[in-house]
């Protein structure tokens, strides 16, 4: 994990979301097994708004490791700057 020098404001704010964010609506089902499950789409509505409204955002940037391998990583960010990824 990197991150920013302080996380002091970037963890209040992902606490206040994290309590603001309800589950994410089970609406697709696997073929295979028959269940419902919450889709990608499904997740990111229940998230965007709690995260947006506490000044938090997520970005992910594709990458190659030296062996080669496909990597992504995964970046949030708070309004103040402040930030970690991994």
Not at 15 to 38: F, L, M, S, V
Not at 62 to 84: D, K, Y
């Amino acid at each position: 994990m990197n991150k920013s020098e302080q996380i002091n404001e970037l963890a209040g704010a992902l606490a206040k979301a994290q309590g603001e964010i309800k589950g994410a609506i089970k609406d697709t089902t696997n073929p295979y097994y028959g269940r419902k499950y919450a889709d990608l789409g499904s997740v990111w509505d229940a998230c965007r708004e709690p995260l947006s409204k506490n000044g938090l955002a997520i970005v992910q940037t594709p990458g190659v490791n030296p062996t080669g391998q496909v990597t992504v990583e995964t970046m949030l960010m708070h309004s103040s700057g402040q930030w970690v990824s991994g």
